[in-house]
């Protein structure tokens, strides 16, 4: 067994090394986690195959290790959240993403699994002042979490004051940065004008985060495919795209890679995976997020 | 007009020491914010008439002074926040309850006013940390924030993990009492059984919040008259009941009144006010909340 999986290793990074094939996970992932997104990044830049999804429908560690395995909903119970974390080490999704009261818990109960804790700050409303977004991402980060998406301050943007939308964002990818945290930055696009995404995106490239996200899933709407083309538009190939909020099937997940995503948000991982094997999905979970 | 102020505080510790009528602001208000939950409570316990809404529509300053006038969308912009404040002033309300980025904003506009300003914290999931909800309190009482309205973890609460939703509860209302600001617990019960929602109000009471309140208006239900009345009744006499979420005229107001609630979180104050005055209500702002 650990014979093919060094084969596999050696066989990525060739095929990485080429700039042909981006690997699910980059080899140093374990290490240090912010160096995923640029790589990803480049590969789509570079007009590769987008993991895989493209040409054969992608093997379904590669869809897996896309998706963020999602349940935020404020009335989640210890045990939805264990499910989620036992479907997260099975799948080998590149992250439970929940609420901060559960970071500690699901931190623990992925210990050695490969699969990270993503949590969120400011989270939905983003409405928060930016040294409280602060404190909660440290705690996030104290209780375990490997990625962190923070909320942009949505009022301040539509008021015009990007000074304070990019201390916001800064408050959170600053700290992340210093404890090698991924750091993702929800814009919210369903509420915002053409120009304000672009100034959102904007902000959170010059913030240094390594991502820019789409939505919370508790806004109006969720991720679109606009959206999604016109944030890497933005951003170029050396921040990450996460598509939220709606993704509900293997072939939304598609078109929103297709588009230019590099993460995807979905309480549909089960689902989206199990298609991707061209397996039954009726027993899948439904999607609430 | 200092004479005339004088006259009237003389009237109204009168009439309150006889237990006749509630001031819609206890004399000692401006000196320490939490004696007037109680206030109210009691009187509405001594079978009084509800701040005069019952017998005869209530007067305008009543109806106003148990309102606290709400803006919490996410995108709401600075002009909007401004206008929110003024019509607080023109309508003394009792507070504007805004998210936390815009405390110090309106304290600095109401200043003098005669209206507070209320916060949320831990809003509207409530599945972030005790201590995280603890600082985002500090902060906004720091802002000038005289009323917190926190949301508790639900989460916890469905698990059965009572110790955690009193510890995160305590965060909050500990901070507010040595700070003598307003606490109200949010226990969002569309989300609850109602065994929960016992339990809820029963361990507000018990971390000595001055009020409990029925929902966060971002949930799947808002105030109903049912869930007012039961935390009535958990709660007793000496805490405060907010109703919030979907109060958009004076008839449904002036229900909740009756079924127990002592203050009401509503976006369409100055509908209700109006209503009360017997003006015509085709300008009022239209309800979002």
Redesign the interface.
């Given at each position: 067994m650990s014979d093919i999986k060094r084969v596999i290793d050696i066989i990525l990074q060739e095929l990485a090394a080429a700039g042909a094939v981006a690997p699910a996970r980059c080899a140093c992932h374990g290490f240090a986690f912010d160096c995923c997104p640029q790589q990803v990044g480049g590969v789509l830049a570079a007009g590769a195959t987008r993991l895989g999804l493209h040409a054969s429908g992608g093997g379904a560690g590669e869809v897996a290790g896309l998706i963020d395995h999602t349940l935020?909903?404020?009335?989640?119970?210890?045990?939805e959240?264990e499910k989620l974390c036992r479907e997260a080490a099975e799948f080998h999704f590149a992250t439970v993403c929940v609420?901060?009261?559960?970071v500690a818990f699901c931190a623990r109960l992925l210990r050695g699994s490969g699969v990270g804790v993503c949590s969120v700050v400011g989270?939905?409303?983003?409405?928060?002042?930016p040294?409280?977004k602060q404190?909660?991402t440290r705690?996030v980060i104290f209780?375990g979490a490997a990625e962190v998406d923070m909320?942009i301050?949505?009022?301040?943007l539509?008021?015009g004051?990007l000074r304070l939308v990019e201390r916001d964002i800064e408050a959170v990818t600053g700290v992340c940065r210093d404890a090698s945290v991924v750091s993702k930055v929800i814009i919210?696009a369903a509420?915002l004008s053409e120009e304000e995404k672009v100034a959102a995106a904007t902000l959170t490239k010059a913030a240094g985060a390594d991502f820019v996200k789409t939505s919370t899933g508790?806004?109006p709407g969720g991720a679109t495919i606009s959206d999604v083309m016109l944030m890497r538009r933005v951003v170029g190939d050396t921040v990450g795209v996460k598509a939220a909020g709606g993704v509900r099937d293997l072939e939304q997940m598609k078109a929103m890679v297709a588009a230019g995503a590099s993460r995807v948000g979905a309480s549909a991982g089960v689902r989206i995976v199990k298609e991707s094997r061209g397996e039954s999905v009726a027993e899948a979970r439904p999607s609430a997020y």
């Open positions: 935020l909903k404020a009335d989640a119970t210890a045990s959240v609420n901060p009261t559960w989270f939905p409303l983003g409405a928060t002042t040294d409280t404190y909660e705690r209780d909320v301050n949505v009022g301040a539509k008021s004051d919210e509420l508790f806004g």
